[in-house]
């Protein structure tokens, strides 16, 4: 079985380098492989510029007057775009075929293409301007999203032991959180409220960067030079650069808004710059040898899931305090789950089923809030400079959300399944929107805090139990496919329930520069029945991670007595 995982990690880093993928092929061309740790930074890149759509709440009133559209129409677009994103099934699939870096570059023209089309609409070189035509091409843009997503978050899931996964997909996840602080604060100094140009902005710059960073991203090869201590150092040096990055980003959002100097707010973003670059190059930095030349010879592949290269007294897992005759005992972790299932075998467990529903609920709920942030604060009479804040606060604590729960979850991983924490992020997110539900404009603060900082955790937990429950093999596709999930529930609760709801307050007329008419809500009430309804949602989300848990520890009990 090593020698087919072996033959199939040089297949796909092949495949990546202009060969066929097949394994047949595997010798007759070179590679370059690049360390797990240069991997994980081009995924931390891939990650920031494919966050985007988070930042559509915070120029969504802006499209809403510019483009002349309802607010349903405004909440199909952000649906549409979310949409893409979590039904970008294909790219999980493409992924296990084909490897990491033509997913990367496909995912870099799809997002390219669907911004300069979103630009072309909004200069009227279409002709359209109608909201069905521009929640295709931000299908397209989320898509692309998915795409680099996935390539990011698959490469490194694989390249790293399951002892730091957590750790790895939280430092990962937060910067897609991260993503919208990073762009809001350049739409603010550049280019507000002008969402035209943005787009055109988003087309160039994140194609680029996404295109450089696909030659960076593979499978790592070969067993790790490091002990587990020193990853976990590096990883804790790693977190603590991007909270302080996340600090940054948040006081300068506040200290932007304060100051109205639109160069102070332009030095601002370009300060941003040059802490990602600082921080990619620390992340590349100490005893990491950066490239190999044609490594598959007589390499093993960096996958440590346990049907594929069981660990030996040596490695990671070994400083876990865990022997073969207690791992009976660990009926609340995944320790003893070791399975490599695909999508086929997957979906016909209870458990990918109840991973689906909670991932649904919980995401359909924090959408809801992302994407009407906005008009939330409008409602409310909130100021301008309100919603910007909140945008920043929302990224800054949606990245600090999947950091710590990525954390917390490894360090207690000997004990609890990452299932229990997806109850506290559900408490989290049915208290919050329980609390906007009966908000004033003050209490946004306080609201919006909570959702980022519960929102973030599920996008750290679920691809973490996703690969322990069903492993890393076929990783792409089983994860790819759980993502409509929240395609299903931002549809379900931010389309037609808040949107629906808003429209049937709104009764404060407004007309657009374009002489288009259209109504707004203003007070308590646009919003309150959507929250209560998704505080319900996710308090049935807690008690479907209750039954998940309870599946886990069948499948603990039963796989124990087979290693017994």
């Known amino acids: 079985r090593d020698s087919d995982s072996d033959q199939r990690v040089a297949a796909l880093n092949m495949a990546g380098n202009g060969g066929s993928g097949s394994t047949a092929h595997m010798h007759t061309k070179a590679a370059w492989v690049f360390s797990r740790w240069v991997v994980l930074v081009a995924g931390i890149v891939l990650m920031a510029i494919s966050g985007t759509i988070y930042l559509f709440g915070v120029y969504s009133d802006d499209l809403k007057h510019e483009f002349g559209y309802t607010q349903t129409e405004v909440n199909s677009v952000s649906t549409i775009m979310n949409s893409g994103l979590w039904a970008s099934f294909l790219g999980g699939f493409f992924y296990d075929r084909f490897g990491p870096r033509s997913t990367t570059f496909i995912g870099a023209l799809f997002v390219a293409l669907g911004y300069l089309l979103m630009h072309l609409e909004g200069v009227g070189a279409l002709e359209s301007r109608s909201s069905v035509s521009l929640g295709l091409y931000a299908f397209l843009v989320g898509q692309g999203g998915g795409w680099l997503y996935t390539a990011a978050l698959n490469t490194s899931t694989i390249n790293f032991e399951p002892k730091h996964r957590g ?12 993503s919208a602080g990073i762009f809001a604060l350049v739409y603010g100094a550049w280019f507000q409220p002008d969402t035209s140009k943005l787009f055109l902005f988003f087309s160039i710059t994140i194609g680029s960067l996404a295109v450089i960073a696909s030659l960076f991203n593979n499978i790592s090869v070969g067993r790790p ?5 020193e990853v976990s150092k590096r990883l804790k040096v790693a977190y603590i650069m991007a909270l302080l990055l996340a600090l940054y980003i948040g006081g300068s959002g506040l200290l932007d808004q304060a100051l109205h100097s639109e160069l102070t707010k332009r030095w601002i973003s370009v300060c941003i710059v040059l802490f990602f670059v600082a921080f990619i190059i620390v992340g590349c930095s100490g005893r990491t040898k950066w490239v190999w030349r044609n490594p598959e010879a007589g390499a093993k592949p960096d996958m440590h899931s346990a049907l594929i290269a069981p660990p030996s007294p040596s490695d990671d897992d070994a400083d876990d305090d865990t ?11 995944t320790a003893n789950i070791k399975r490599e299932l695909n999508l086929l075998r997957s979906i016909r467990t209870s458990e990918y089923w109840l991973l689906f529903a ?3 609920i919980y995401v359909g709920s924090g959408v809801t809030v992302i994407s009407n ?45 990452r299932a229990h924490f997806l109850i506290a ?36 937990l679920l691809p973490c139990l996703v690969s322990e429950l069903f492993g890393v093999e076929n990783f792409g596709g089983n994860y790819s496919v759980m993502g409509l999930g929240p395609a299903a529930g931002s549809l379900l609760f931010s389309t037609y ?8 307050h709104a009764d404060v007329p407004f007309v657009n520069k374009d002489h288009v008419h259209g109504f707004n809500c203003v007070g308590g009430d646009c919003y309150r029945a959507s929250m209560l309804i998704n505080a319900s949602a996710c308090v049935g989300g807690m008690f479907l991670s209750f039954l998940l848990i309870r599946r886990i520890r069948t499948l603990n009990a039963s796989n124990a007595t087979a290693l017994v």
């Open 323 to 333: 022997t073969v005759g207690d791992m009976g005992k660990q009926e609340s972790t």
């Open 167 to 178: 750790k790895v997909v939280g430092l990962l996840v937060s910067f897609f959180g991260l």
């Open 497 to 504: 329930l808040a949107g629906h709801l808003y429209e049937r």
């Open 358 to 360: 909670i991932f649904a």
């Open 373 to 417: 942030l906005g008009n939330m604060v409008k409602s409310l009479k909130g100021s301008p400079q309100l919603k910007d804040d909140l945008g920043t606060l929302l990224a800054v604590f949606n990245s600090a959300g999947r950091m710590f729960f990525g954390f917390v979850s490894d360090r207690y991983s000997h004990k609890y399944t």
């Open 425 to 460: 992020t559900g408490a989290i997110l049915a208290a919050t929107q329980a609390l906007l539900a009966f908000s004033t404009a003050d209490m946004l603060y306080a609201g919006i805090i909570l959702t980022g900082f519960g929102y973030g955790g599920v996008f750290c």
């Open 225 to 229: 030079r490091e002990t587990s201590a």
